[in-house]
């Protein structure tokens, strides 16, 4: 049974910072390309970021660049995103994705709120 499960998430002020961790148990994650995604309230679920398989490639929304970090630890199997000068349009459920084309996988969520 596949499971991401994605943790950190949190109440953070303005400028502030998270780190958001994703396990994954039921597959390799050298198999994947990872990424993140976000949902904000009455919004659909936006690209936030990706890695591939040996962290070569990183990719990023426009909006978050230069302000994210996306890594990824393939001997612990798990995916981070280091998240500095958070602003209020940071505010939303943020989930870890693990495609392989032909089938993807999604975490639970984990809810980040940044306060202005």
């Known amino acids: 049974q596949v499971q991401l499960v994605e943790s950190g998430g949190g109440l953070v002020q303005a400028g502030g910072f998270l780190r958001l961790s994703c396990a994954a148990s039921?597959?390799?994650?050298?198999?994947?390309?990872m990424g993140w995604f976000r949902q904000a309230p009455g919004k659909e679920r936006e690209f936030v970021a990706r890695?591939?398989?040996?962290?070569?490639?990183?990719y990023y929304a426009d909006s978050v660049k230069g302000r994210f970090t996306i890594s990824r630890d393939n001997a612990k199997n798990t995916v981070y995103l280091q998240m500095n000068n958070l602003r209020p349009e940071d505010t939303a459920v943020y989930y870890c994705?693990?495609?392989?084309?032909?089938?993807?996988?999604w975490g639970q969520g984990t809810q980040v709120t940044v306060s202005s």
């Open positions: 994705n693990a495609d392989r084309g032909s089938v993807d996988y």
């Open positions: 039921g597959l390799s994650i050298d198999d994947y390309l």
């Open positions: 890695i591939n398989w040996n962290s070569v490639n990183t």
